[in-house]
């Protein structure tokens, strides 16, 4: 069944050749080929769920920091996931990087807590990637940018450090 399969699906021979081969009748081996074609469609294995794009992870991400419920945002990041903050020594940042999503989901709800309820936190494109852009007025507060693994969140890069987010600008959709 195989040697019949793979003559006829991958090296496109007829079947009068294929018989010459295997010594069987061309119309035998158009047999064995379709039976090898239904084994084949009853084997192979069902499609796995897709995993959502990351633009739906990065806004439930936000949700969850939103509602503050933190086992949400636990199941949104990698077991392995690590932040990463830039505030350059010249605004408060976390100086280590934060390892697991227990702590990193701790830390996420501690920040947005304590923050000035005037920062506005919109998603964003940054240097290609997915993330969020947090505007304090018309100055950025912080970037931040997502690395994804799938329908998890395996990275995440913020930057504080108002020297580096000179260049980012609002703009108002419309």
């Known amino acids: ?80 996931v690590v932040f990463y903050s830039d505030g350059g020594g010249q605004v408060p940042a976390a100086i280590n990087p934060i390892l697991g999503p227990e702590r990193v989901a701790r830390f996420l709800l501690g920040v947005t807590r304590k923050q000035d309820p005037a920062i506005v936190t919109e998603p964003a494109l940054i240097n290609g990637q997915l993330g969020f852009v947090s505007w304090l007025g018309d100055a950025p507060y912080a970037a931040t940018v997502l690395e994804f693994d799938g329908a998890v969140i395996r990275r995440l890069h913020s930057v504080r450090n108002p020297e580096k987010l000179t260049a980012l600008r609002r703009t108002i959709a419309g």
């Open 1 to 80: 069944e195989r040697a019949v399969f793979l003559l006829r699906e991958a090296f496109d021979y007829d079947y009068d050749e294929i018989a010459a081969i295997v010594h069987k009748r061309p119309d035998n081996c158009r047999q064995i080929f379709a039976r090898a074609r239904k084994h084949l469609a009853r084997d192979r294995p069902h499609e796995p769920p897709r995993s959502p794009a990351p633009h739906d992870v990065a806004r439930e991400f936000m949700e969850a920091i939103i509602t503050r419920d933190r086992g949400r945002l636990e199941s949104l990041l990698a077991a392995d």
